[in-house]
């Protein structure tokens, strides 16, 4: 497995302001709160987005809380920047095997009613890899690509099974 690197510290505002920025969004047919839980519980992550994630700070989460994601060979130790129960998460990758100089991640739920909600997903990163355009041109077109189609199976396991996370 690849060696760990320390990637520069961002603040909670680099996932809108930072290079390769980009902001993804979707409605969701469930209330903001319950979409919030859903983000919060590591093995859900697993069945919409295909990675696996472990806190690594005991409960309850918020600013400071960290955990460790893995997907395709690749390991990630996530730091929380922002914490707004029910409305939004924010963290940073702290540590990487992936050739990133820096990488942050927005998530805002925006409620549109009692039981739908949007999800903007915002991220930003700097490529610290071999070819840096190219590399952080294709790494953004695959993040992108992913991070759509993940949305989508969001909506769809909030729609069937989203029950779980309601109070």
């Not at 979707?26 to 859903?38: H, K, M, N, V």
């Not at 960290?66 to 130790?77: A, E, L, P």
């Not at 963290?91 to 820096?102: E, G, I, N, S, Y």
């Amino acid at each position: 497995m690849p060696k760990k690197r320390s990637l520069r510290p961002v603040d909670a505002d680099y996932a809108k302001s930072g290079p390769n920025q980009k902001t993804l969004s979707q409605s969701i047919a469930a209330p903001a709160e319950a979409l919030f839980r859903c983000l919060e519980d590591g093995p859900a992550w697993k069945e919409w987005l295909g990675i696996d994630v472990e806190w690594t700070s005991p409960p309850p989460y918020g600013v400071g809380a960290t955990r460790s994601v893995t997907t395709n060979g690749q390991t990630i130790d996530e730091y929380f920047l922002v914490w707004e129960r029910g409305r939004r998460m924010n963290f940073r990758f702290d540590q990487t095997t992936l050739p990133m100089a820096a990488f942050a991640e927005d998530y805002r739920i925006v409620s549109s009613g009692a039981t739908t909600c949007v999800l903007e997903w915002s991220y930003a990163y700097e490529w610290d890899g071999p070819l840096p355009s190219i590399g952080a041109s294709l790494f953004g077109a695959v993040f992108t690509a992913k991070a759509k189609r993940s949305l989508k199976k969001l909506a769809k396991l909030m729609e069937h099974s989203g029950s779980r996370f309601s109070a």
